[in-house]
């Protein structure tokens, strides 16, 4: 079945420690983001990427870095830099050639103490 | 920027219609994406409007009048598992080329 898949569904790691977040699609979409959700706020962009190789910081990049070496993958890592990582974070995908629909993946959760 | 505004909590009871109520700034907007979104889980998408007017999609219905900047999200015949929090989102295309997501309406249905 096409879809996205985020794994794990639960991340805890310690203060100071980069965390990689993976983020896979089968759907052959192009575009790709990752969003974050906290307790009684929106969805917020932090990375998308329209293209392989390619990629523009959203509204909240600070602290996080992506890659987006294959069409398939678009990997997000939380560096000690990041000063609230605790989050649900959100990876979406959209065929850019068929409309604005984005597809989330089922997210990870990730808590850091 | 580009403000979305929803209530942040709606309660109906079983069986009964409920009016999820969503504006946006107007300038640069293209359409307006409705998703729901269970506990802990990813959003899925419900509806998107582009022009004005009702689209219904089973016990769902979506409004959009672009030129008021206004959208809502109709539920009827309302079931226990319709309880979730509903989120609004505008695409702005062009420059901005961003889906801007309001903060999310819970609704909890009560027997």
């Known amino acids: 079945d096409g879809g996205i898949t985020q794994s794990p569904k639960y991340l805890f790691r310690k203060e100071g420690q980069n965390v990689t977040l993976s983020c896979e699609q089968n759907?052959?979409?192009?575009?790709m983001y990752w969003y974050r959700q906290d307790p009684g706020q929106g969805l917020r962009l932090i990375y998308y990427?329209?293209?392989?190789?390619?990629?523009q910081k959203g509204d909240i990049a600070e602290g996080y870095s992506v890659s987006r070496e294959k069409k398939e993958s678009f990997p997000l890592t939380v560096t000690s830099a990041q000063k609230n990582p605790t989050a649900f974070y959100l990876c979406?995908?959209?065929?850019?050639?068929?409309?604005?629909?984005?597809?989330f993946g089922p997210g990870t959760r990730l808590t850091v103490t | 920027g580009q403000n979305i505004d929803q209530p942040t909590e709606m309660t109906a009871t079983e069986g009964a219609i409920v009016q999820i109520n969503c504006t946006y700034q107007?300038?640069?907007?293209?359409?307006l994406f409705w998703y729901q979104q269970h506990a802990g889980e990813a959003p899925t998408f419900l509806s998107y409007?582009?022009?004005?007017g009702l689209e219904e999609k089973g016990r769902f219905s979506s409004f959009l009048s672009r030129s008021k900047g206004y959208s809502y999200l109709l539920l009827k015949e309302l079931q226990m598992k319709d309880s979730a929090s509903y989120l609004c989102?505008?695409?702005?295309?062009?420059?901005?080329?961003?889906?801007?997501f309001g903060t999310g309406t819970l609704l909890a249905v009560q027997p």
């Open positions: 979406a995908s959209r065929d850019r050639a068929w409309g604005y629909e984005q597809y």
């Open positions: 759907l052959n979409h192009d575009a």
């Open positions: 990427s329209q293209i392989v190789n390619d990629f």
């Open positions: 107007t300038s640069g907007f293209n359409g």
């Open positions: 409007n582009v022009l004005d």
């Open positions: 989102a505008a695409y702005y295309g062009g420059a901005t080329n961003k889906l801007i």
